[in-house]
Structures are given as structure tokens and as C-alpha cells.
């Protein structure tokens, strides 16, 4: 592990001053980096701790929007009773990640910077070789041991997993990133993560010299009537199989599908919406065999490289089964 | 007694163990002498033998005083860190340490280069104490992806971890054979532990019904909490290794060998161990490394393995195949058992996986044929993991013994009773005890068995499938013969020494117990030393022996004592009984007076006081009389001296039922586990509470091997590439269900001096395949190998 400077941040404005320079990394919880620095992944020369910054660890709620700062635990905000009643699957998803320790460390702004388990990535001094760690160098992934490897949004050059579970629940409730660099914006969380393509090193579009400083989540019925499932071998304390976020809204009839959200994880490269499904049952009747049929979707372009081949089977049946939880037919 | 009383009984022994606690850290380290042997008092002012106390050293583990291996403070301690190889095979061509040696702090990299001269040690197969005969750096050949091919020491660790990441080794690549389903593998038959009797092909052919299945198990870790990681002392020729081990005698004999020095000059100090499962009996070679250095360097060496590199630093359990083909007539006769087994080995090293050792003893059949062979492949050592041989062998059987009881349509515990064996089948030997039918009854009982409807996929609730399964298990009685000696003090305190380490199951406290009883003294009263080889000769801490070894050479110290203790009572001149005919004393509850004056008598600590001795000193063992100092040693440092299940033409075993529901989720096929009972003859239990925690271990591990550990071992290069703790899945407290044990066994006098049979390893013994076949009766889907995950139920 490289020797490195370490900088205590006191505001948010001097933490982004000294983090253009690409050596530099942020640090909250320090769950992921700190593993990857002692893995020889991460050999940042400088990191800025942001932990003492005021005013970013709120949990807020209007009428429309869910506001929660970058430096809130993740345990803060599962436990929150207003994320509890308008939003389950943020709440559930953050419940279903990691341990309680790591939920007491770790923040939502570096939860969604956590980076793939794909463990060929973690280790580089056996597998030099890794797109994403040194681009063009290869990929000993695709044809090593896969089971825990995409099967949506693969490419050539990575299949790397996007291991996150919050990711998924915003990704599904049309959620925004606030980055504040320069200026200050705002980026849909679907947008913020990109697809490995031909540069799987780069992995989102947060730019040096700019910083997380929260979320925001649309406060919608669907989402007050959400569920997120998380399906692994382990009872708790592992990675997705495969995951899903649903939510429904149900006309006044109480069986007719008004709106519905759906997005995937565990399969895929990045957090993993699906208009297809959500398209094909919008205006239909709540019923088994239609969120079964409809779910046989969630798969379309699927491609399988060993080991991982049972995700394709299980990712429909997960996001069935959410979609029954969250209309209450499970 | 009532929650309350446990609680304040709790405080108080915490208070008195924290001052002794304190004690011990503050005294200075000194070799020779035995001032920094843990000592345990004991927990309760009442206790015998059979009692439920808790562990004496639990408040010290807890409250982090218990002062494991490499927390030992020692002035200069330089720090190794081992670098392994990326490649599985070929060799090792240069190693460039210029990088390395550049950093600040770096003392010296060892490599083929510049090595450590260790010399092989002998196996306990031969005589030795060592479980393999690798020994690193004395070569350039690489036999398995993760050996050790360098070591780095530095004045931290940080130092030596930063300049190990700094080596650039060149090799020359080599095809390796990766695992035991590669097509290059060559399986090597060993003829010796095969068995057969009648003529089980001829049976075989002629039966009206049969089952003929292949089943298969992955590699395994043992990953006990303490890592794998020692510190050695070299001083004025003398060594002193702080190395967590189940056998202090055995890595004793071992690093005397690597070193090349006698092995009076050897002392090794294990008082706590943070789990071993089987992996801490042998000392690995990175404990050979750590020696090796410090004798180079002439100051203390520590050596911590990360946790990756416990997946490679020593072995596990290897994958193991078996093909089992059962002959049965239609009223469920067993006619004849063909059995044939593989198991991986390094590639130059042989471990055999006895996976015949519960085949061959649980059903009664007049024809039977095994044969077991190893496959050789590009891996560390395999090692012992709980119920070695008979984990896999149970397992294999217990499952296809249930296939045969569909076959047949015949109860699955029916079917058992049906093939009881009243004799040992392999050699017609009688059972000292077997109270297998009680504990079917037991289990039974206990989890609901007969009301389960029998029939695959047939119960359920909501969209989870309920399954119920039973196996049986075996564990062979394994002995020892061991020393142990008692200390009585003037002062009142009474002490109890052994080399024996405790690894977690409780020898502290059943040994305190022992003694109490036997010298009808408070258990507060007595103190007991463990694990250092300056103690009483001991066997290791393995094979569920040691409980009963150890309580039966206190038993005979303790016996010894109350003979001399009458003897100096009767003929000291300064004795307050003086002139007494010892005939006419008599020893009662810690006390001696004349039989026919009833009264309390004089104390111990009164009658040591009055004869002015200050500590009397009185060895007991349980060695055959006539035993020579050459075979007391050979108990100690070897397997010369154990005694197997059939010593003395009769055959003592431990016996499991174990009892599982499970809920299957109809879409997902993810398992988890509702309820586990089992029932277990374990002869006489020493303390309840104990030997509780250490069957419920056992199921718990079983739940792991069976649901979800297996080393992945990549295809290309024979690395195991989830070594670590997020990757190979252990089971977390949200898998553990409701756990039920009962104990169904009876003393058995036969299988050891106070009648006690093996506890620690028959706890695992049987859970996967109770656990295989209750995943078949929730879903009609019969899975033949291990672990069960979710995409093999799809």
C-alpha cells in the first residue's frame, strides 16, 4: 500500500478545490476505498476527508421530493420512519446491503461510488490484466469463474457487476444525483452510471474536482407502495444473485396498474431500469400471470458467459416476485 | 439455577479473573520459566464433573485479555510478511528484490535466491509430527497457485507489506492439473484403507433393488477467526514459537526438524487458540519461515498470514467424489454396498479423505467393497477439517441410504433400523456402546418426524416447499495416553498443568472440574495451565480425544495425591496426625482424618502448612504401567501411541441423528434452514453446557458445507479466486436457525477412563446429508453434490 497525505476537509467548497488533481479521492466511510488501497487497486496520493462537512448528512421530506445529504449513514436512512412510510425500497434495499457495521460507516454519496466485486479487479497482483483497472490491458473475468458476473450491459472488454443495492431502488424511482463542482447540478442516477462499452475504467459522470452532495427522490405513489428483493444463497451479509426494485400505483378501481417502477440488480453492469417492463404493464389488471409474462422482459438482450447462466433464469422470477410483494399478490 | 444467580455468579468471576488477568500481562516475558503460562481459575464454588459451567476462560476472550499468539509484546520484533506465487505450476526463475530492499525499514527478503535453510520435517504418517513435508524456498519448483515463494521482513508491518508488493518474479509456466475433475489427473489407488468382505459385485448384480449414485463435495476452508500466525524468539540457540496450535509436542518435534536443533531447545506456548477445526494440529511452513528468520536474524520474527492467504498457507478439506452402488431386497434387506472414493492431494504429497470410515461400520451387509484413491493436483496439502473421512463418508452414504428408501418406499429411519448393525460389520468386533436407536427416537420425536407427510413437494406454505431430512453419523473413538500434574499449595490453590492446548472447547474448565471433584476441593480452588511444552506431556487437541485423555490423567494425578497426601498426613513427624496408620485415614472432600473419628479433619493447605512444604508436586497418566520415557514422548510428539476405534477387539464410535426442516423458495430454489435437531451418543458428557456449544458448531459448520462453501478454483491457473470472507460464504447468524442438540449416551467404560466418547467432531457428522435430503422432500429435486446453491435447484 503506497503512502499517502491525508487532509481533514472543513468545508465543502475546500474539498472540491483540492480534489482536481486526479490523485486525490474523497473519504467518508472509507468501506470501499480503504479495501482497495490495501489491495493495491486504489493508490490515491492524497485523501481529503469530508466526514466533518456541515449539513450533508440530512434526511429531508417535502411534499414532493426526498432530500438526503451524501454524508447520511446508510443506517441513518434505513432506520428513517419517513423513508420507512414514503419510500420501503430505499429503506429495504439499504437494510439488505452489507452488515450493520459497514451500514454505520458507510455514506449514500460513497455507497454510490462502491466499485464492482468482480474479483479478478481485486487482484491485481495476480491478474494484471483488467480493463477497468488499466484500460486495454484485458479481461480475465469473461472466461475465469463468472458466476458473480453480469449478464445485462456486458461488453467485450467487462462484465463487471454494478454491486450496489440503494443504486437500484433511485435507478427504479427516477432519482437525481447533486454534484457540486464548479457549479452546482443535478444528474438522473440512470444517467450518472454508464455502460462499460469499449472504457469500462470509466464507470460515471462525476468529474475530478466535482462532489456528491446528495439525492433526490421524486415522491410518487409507486413509490410509497415499493418492495425491494434481494435473492442470494447467504441470508444476509452477501451480494445479489439477483435483485429487483418495484413499486405500483393502482387506479381507484384497486386492480388496474396505473404506474409502475422496476429496475434490476445484480445481473448487470450498472443499476438497471426496465421501461420494457414497466411499458408493457402499465393499464393492465394486477394479476400473477401478467407481472410473470411481463417479467420474462426483464432479460431481453441477456448474454450468458459460464457460470453466471442461472441469472437470466432468476432475474424475471425476482422481478415477478417484487412486483407481487409491492401490489400486495405475493 | 435462576437467570439472576447466572448473572451475579458471571460478575463475581469476572472481578477474580481480571486481577489474575492482570497478573499475568504484567509479569515479564522470561524464558525458560513458566510465569506467562495462561492460567484459568475456575468459575463457581460448586461444580462436579457432568455440571453446566460456563467457560473459565470466556470473560478473558471477551474482554479482549486473553492474549493470543502474535499479541504477545516482544522488544525488536522484526515482521515477515510471505509472498506467493501467482502460478500453479513450472518454476520460479528469478525474483528481483532490488525494489523491496530499496524501502525504509526492509531487514532482509528471503527467497530460492536467498534462503531461510529449513530442513523437511517428518510426517506423522512416519513417525513425525508435521502434516506436510513442503517446505518453501528450498526450491524453485511451484507446486500450487499461492505458495510461498519469498519472505519479507521489515522493522512494521506496514514496511514488509508495502515491499512485498514490490518483488518481480519471473516464471516458467507449466500446465497445471487444476482440480480432481481435470482430464490430466492421475488417481493413485491406496490399497490399504480399502475393505471388503463377502462378494459384493456378485451381490450387487443379484439384488431386486438398487441405487447407483455419484456424489461429489468442493474444496472447503477450515477459516477460523485467529488467522493462521506465529511468533518465534530465537535466543542463545534456544527457540520460542507463540503459534496458535491444537499440538504444542507435535510443532515442537517439527520445528526442532526444520531447524536442525535438539528439541530440548524447543519450546512452543499456545494457551489461547481463536479456532483450528483440524488446521492448527499441524505447524505450516510459515511457521518454518518465521523460525528460519528469526534464528537468521537473532531477534523475534512474526508472521501473520493474510486471510487470503489462509486459503493457500495450509489446506482444507479437499473435493471428494464417491460412487456408491447399495444392493437391497424388497423388504429392504441391504445385500451388498460397492463403494469407491477420490479425493484431491498436492501434487507430491499424499492426504487421504478416509471416505469409507461410516460406509464400512453403519449398516449391517454381508457384502461390501470399497476403495479409495487420491488424485494429485496443484494444490497446497489438503488438511484435516471436522470429521475428516467421516464428514464426506456420512454424507455420501446418509444420502444414498435415503435415495434407496424412496426406491423401496420405505420410511428413511424404517429403513435404518432395518439394516442395524449389532456388531461392527467390518470386522465383527461388538460395540462397547451404541445408542443410535435412542437417539432416532430422540431426534424424531423432537423435530416432528412422523407427522410429516413423506412424499417429494408435498408440503408447503405460501410459495415456500417444507422439506424434512435425517441422516446418521459416526465419529471412531480415538485415545491417547497423557500425562497431567497437580500442584497443591500451601496457600490453598491448586494447580492443574498440561501441555494440552484448549482450542475453544472447554479443557480448562473440565479439567478444574476433574480435579475439584476427584479432590473434593472448590473449583475456585484450582487454577489450570494449558498449552506450552514446558507442561505435562499431552497428545493433541484433535480426533475429539483430548476431553477424555486429559480428564482421565487429572483423574489419576488426582488419585496419586490423595494417596500421598495420607501418606505424608500418617508419617511426617510434624503432621498433626502423625503416628496414624495411613490404612486407618481417609481422604474426604479436600480433607483427611481418621476413618473412625467423623469430623472434618485437617485441610490440605493446613496439613502442607504444618509439614512446612510450601507445594507438593504429583504426576498422574494414564500410560500403560512399564511405559518407557521413549513412548511417553512418542504420545506426545507423534500418533505412536494412539489407539484407534477397535483397540482391545472391541469397537468404539460416537453416534449422530441428525434431524433438518428446510423452506426452499419455489422460484428462487434459495434454502433456509427452519430447524435443526439432532441427537448425539457421546458417552458420558464432562459438562453439558460445553459439549453443547461444540455440537452446535458442528451442525453450524454443517450448514455451511452443505449450502454454501466451495473454494472456486479458476480453470486456467488453479487459483482459488474467492479467498476471502465476502467471497467464500460462511454461515452468518441470519442462516442459523433454531438449534436443538440432545445427548443420548450412556458412560462407556470401555471407551475411556471416566467413561466420555468423542464430542467436538461428530457434530458435523451428518448434517449434509440430512440437509440434501430434506431439500429433495421439499422439492423432488435430489442434488448429489456440494454445497446446494440456488442455480443447482433452478
Keep these: ?330 | 439455577m435462576s437467570r439472576k444467580d447466572e448473572s451475579e455468579l458471571d460478575r463475581r468471576t469476572f472481578v477474580k479473573i481480571g486481577a489474575s488477568a492482570a497478573a499475568i500481562a504484567a509479569a515479564e516475558i522470561t524464558f525458560p520459566g513458566a510465569e506467562l503460562v495462561a492460567g484459568e481459575p475456575a468459575t463457581a464454588e460448586q461444580a462436579v464433573l457432568g455440571s453446566r459451567l460456563s467457560r473459565t476462560d470466556g470473560p478473558l476472550k471477551v474482554t479482549g485479555r486473553a492474549r493470543y499468539a502474535i499479541e504477545q509484546q516482544l522488544k525488536n520484533l522484526a515482521y515477515g510478511v510471505t509472498v506467493q506465487s501467482t502460478r500453479a505450476a513450472g518454476r520460479v526463475l528469478s525474483i528481483d528484490t532490488s525494489a523491496a530492499k530499496a524501502l525504509p525499514g526492509v531487514v532482509d527478503v528471503y527467497t530460492l535466491h536467498n534462503p531461510l535453510k529449513l530442513n523437511r520435517p517428518t510426517l506423522y504418517t512416519k513417525g513425525g509430527g508435521a502434516t506436510e513435508e513442503f517446505t518453501p524456498l528450498q526450491d524453485d519448483i511451484i507446486r500450487f497457485n499461492g505458495m510461498h515463494i519469498a519472505l519479507v521482513v521489515a522493522d512494521t508491518f506496514e514496511h514488509a507489506t508495502e515491499a512485498a508488493s514490490l518483488l518481480t518474479v519471473v516464471y516458467e509456466t507449466a500446465d497445471p492439473i487444476v482440480d480432481i475433475n481435470d482430464p490430466k489427473a492421475q488417481p493413485q489407488l491406496i490399497e490399504t484403507m480399502g475393505a471388503s468382505w463377502g462378494d459384493a459385485a456378485t451381490a450387487l448384480a443379484a439384488a431386486e433393488v438398487k441405487v447407483d449414485v455419484t456424489y461429489t463435495t468442493s474444496r472447503e476452508y477450515n477459516v477460523p477467526m485467529e488467522p493462521h500466525a506465529c511468533i518465534a524468539s530465537w535466543e542463545d540457540g534456544k527457540i520460542t514459537v507463540w503459534e496458535p496450535s491444537q499440538w504444542v509436542g507435535g510443532a515442537r518435534s517439527v520445528v526442532s526438524e526444520w531447524l536442525g536443533i535438539g528439541i530440548e531447545n524447543v519450546r512452543v506456548i499456545s494457551p489461547y487458540v481463536g479456532g483450528g477445526f483440524g488446521s492448527k494440529i499441524g505447524a505450516h511452513p510459515h511457521v518454518g519461515l518465521a523460525c528460519a528468520a528469526s534464528r537468521q536474524l537473532g531477534r523475534p520474527v512474526k508472521v501473520s498470514l493474510t486471510r487470503p492467504q489462509t486459503f493457500t498457507g495450509l489446506g482444507g478439506r479437499p473435493a471428494t467424489r464417491q460412487t456408491l452402488s447399495i444392493g437391497a431386497s424388497k423388504d429392504g434387506k441391504i445385500s451388498s454396498i460397492v463403494h469407491e472414493s477420490w479425493n484431491e492431494t498436492a501434487i507430491d504429497e499424499v492426504h487421504v479423505e478416509a471416505c469409507n470410515n461410516v460406509t464400512k461400520i453403519m449398516y449391517a451387509t454381508p457384502n461390501f467393497s470399497s476403495r479409495l484413491s487420491v488424485v494429485p493436483v496443484h494444490t497446497v496439502m489438503p488438511g484435516w477439517k471436522r470429521g475428516p473421512g467421516e464428514n464426506p463418508s456420512a454424507y455420501a452414504l446418509e444420502c444414498a441410504i435415503d435415495e434407496l428408501s424412496y426406491a423401496l418406499n420405505m420410511d428413511p429411519i424404517t429403513l435404518r433400523l432395518a439394516n442395524w448393525a449389532d456388531k461392527d460389520p467390518s470386522n465383527n468386533f461388538p460395540w462397547t456402546t451404541r445408542q443410535l436407536r435412542e437417539a432416532y427416537t430422540a431426534g424424531a420425536e423432537a423435530i416432528g418426524w412422523w407427522k410429516r407427510n413423506p412424499k417429494p413437494r408435498s408440503m408447503r406454505e405460501g410459495r415456500e416447499l417444507i422439506g424434512y431430512g435425517m441422516a446418521a453419523g459416526a465419529y471412531p473413538m480415538i485415545r491417547t495416553a497423557s500425562e497431567a500434574r497437580i500442584v497443591l499449595h500451601a496457600d490453598g490453590q491448586i494447580e492443574v498443568l498440561s501441555a494440552g492446548t484448549d482450542i475453544g472447547t472447554g479443557t480448562y474448565t473440565i479439567l478444574a472440574q476433574t480435579a475439584a471433584d476427584a479432590l473434593g476441593v472448590p473449583i475456585t480452588t484450582v487454577v489450570v495451565r494449558l498449552g506450552d511444552t514446558v507442561l505435562p506431556r499431552s497428545a493433541l487437541a484433535g480426533g475429539s480425544q483430548q476431553a477424555n485423555n486429559l480428564t482421565g490423567a487429572v483423574q489419576s494425578a488426582a488419585s496419586n495425591a490423595r494417596e500421598a497426601l495420607l501418606s505424608l498426613a500418617a508419617t511426617d513427624p510434624k503432621s498433626p496426625l502423625a503416628g496414624s496408620k495411613v490404612t486407618d485415614l481417609i481422604f474426604e472432600k479436600g480433607h483427611i482424618r481418621p476413618s473412625r473419628r467423623p469430623g472434618s479433619g485437617i485441610s490440605i493447605a493446613r496439613l502442607l502448612k504444618a509439614v512446612a512444604k510450601g507445594t507438593l508436586e504429583i504426576d498422574g497418566n494414564t500410560f500403560a504401567p512399564g511405559a518407557t520415557e521413549s513412548m511417553k514422548n512418542g504420545a506426545d510428539r507423534s500418533f505412536a501411541q494412539l489407539k484407534g476405534a477397535v483397540e482391545g477387539g472391541v469397537s468404539a464410535h460416537s453416534w449422530s441423528a441428525q434431524f433438518v426442516e428446510v423452506r426452499v423458495d419455489e422460484d428462487f430454489g434459495t434454502i433456509r434452514v427452519k430447524r435443526m435437531v439432532s441427537a448425539f451418543d457421546s458417552g458420558r458428557i464432562f459438562n453439558p453446557k460445553l459439549a453443547e456449544s461444540q455440537w452446535i458448531g458442528g451442525m453450524i459448520m454443517g450448514l455451511g458445507q452443505a449450502l454454501l462453501e466451495e473454494g472456486y478454483v479458476d480453470q486456467r491457473d488453479g487459483r482459488i479466486v474467492n479467498a476471502n470472507f465476502a467471497d467464500y460464504a460462511l454461515p452468518v447468524n441470519a442462516d442459523v436457525p433454531e438449534v436443538h442438540v440432545i445427548s443420548v449416551g450412556i458412560p462407556d467404560m470401555q471407551a475411556s477412563a471416566l467413561g466420555g466418547k468423542g464430542v467436538g467432531e461428530i457434530g458435523v457428522v451428518g448434517v449434509a446429508p440430512a440437509l440434501g435430503n430434506a431439500v429433495f422432500h421439499a422439492t423432488g429435486k435430489r442434488i448429489r453434490s456440494l454445497p446446494i446453491t440456488l442455480e443447482k435447484l433452478a
Excluded at chain 1, 438526503?68 to 420512519?81: C, D, R, T
Excluded at chain 1, 423513508?83 to 430505499?90: F, K, T, Y
Excluded at chain 1, 469463474?145 to 453480469?150: K, S, T, W
Excluded at chain 1, 435507478?171 to 438522473?188: H, L, N, Y
Design chain 1, 1 to 330: 500500500m503506497k503512502t499517502f497525505d491525508y487532509v481533514r476537509a472543513d468545508d465543502s467548497a475546500g474539498a472540491i478545490a483540492q480534489t482536481a488533481d486526479p490523485e486525490t479521492r474523497f473519504l467518508v466511510g472509507g468501506t470501499t476505498l480503504l479495501d482497495l488501497m490495501k489491495l493495491n487497486v486504489e493508490s490515491p496520493a492524497r485523501l481529503i476527508d469530508i466526514t466533518r462537512l456541515r449539513g450533508l448528512d440530512i434526511i429531508a421530506m417535502s411534499s414532493d421530493v426526498i432530500r438526503i445529504g451524501a454524508l447520511a449513514k446508510m443506517s441513518a436512512v434505513a432506520a428513517h420512519a419517513d423513508i420507512i412510510v414514503a419510500a420501503p425500497a430505499i429503506s429495504e434495499s439499504l437494510w439488505r446491503a452489507a452488515s450493520p457495521q459497514l451500514r454505520n460507516m458507510a455514506s449514500i454519496g460513497g455507497n454510490l461510488m462502491q466499485r464492482t466485486r468482480c474479483t479478478y479487479f481485486r487482484d491485481p497482483g495476480a491478474y494484471p490484466a483488467c480493463n477497468k483497472r488499466i484500460p486495454g490491458s484485458g479481461c480475465a473475468a469473461i472466461a475465469g469463474i463468472n458466476r458473480n458476473h453480469a449478464v445485462l450491459g456486458t461488453s467485450d472488454a467487462c462484465i463487471a457487476i454494478n454491486p450496489g443495492d440503494l443504486a437500484v431502488s433511485l435507478v427504479a424511482f427516477d432519482a437525481r444525483i447533486v454534484i457540486r463542482g464548479a457549479v452546482e447540478r443535478r444528474v438522473s442516477v440512470d444517467e450518472f452510471f454508464l455502460l462499460p462499452e469499449q472504457t469500462p475504467h470509466l464507470e460515471h459522470r462525476l468529474a475530478q474536482g466535482e462532489l456528491i452532495v446528495g439525492i433526490e427522490i421524486p415522491r410518487t405513489p409507486a413509490l410509497k407502495r415499493s418492495h425491494y428483493l434481494k435473492v442470494r444463497d447467504r441470508a444476509s451479509y452477501e451480494f445479489a444473485a439477483a435483485s429487483a426494485a418495484a413499486g405500483i400505483e393502482l387506479e381507484a378501481d384497486g386492480k388496474t396498474i396505473r404506474d409502475v417502477r422496476i429496475a434490476l440488480g445484480g445481473v448487470a453492469t450498472k443499476p438497471w431500469r426496465l421501461h420494457a417492463v414497466e411499458a408493457v404493464l402499465k393499464g393492465k389488471t394486477l394479476n400473477e400471470a401478467t407481472l410473470r409474462s411481463a417479467a420474462a422482459r426483464s432479460v431481453e438482450g441477456a448474454k450468458s458467459s459460464g457460470h453466471n447462466a442461472f441469472k437470466i433464469d432468476l432475474a424475471p422470477k425476482v422481478v415477478a416476485r417484487a412486483l407481487m410483494t409491492a401490489g400486495g399478490i405475493a
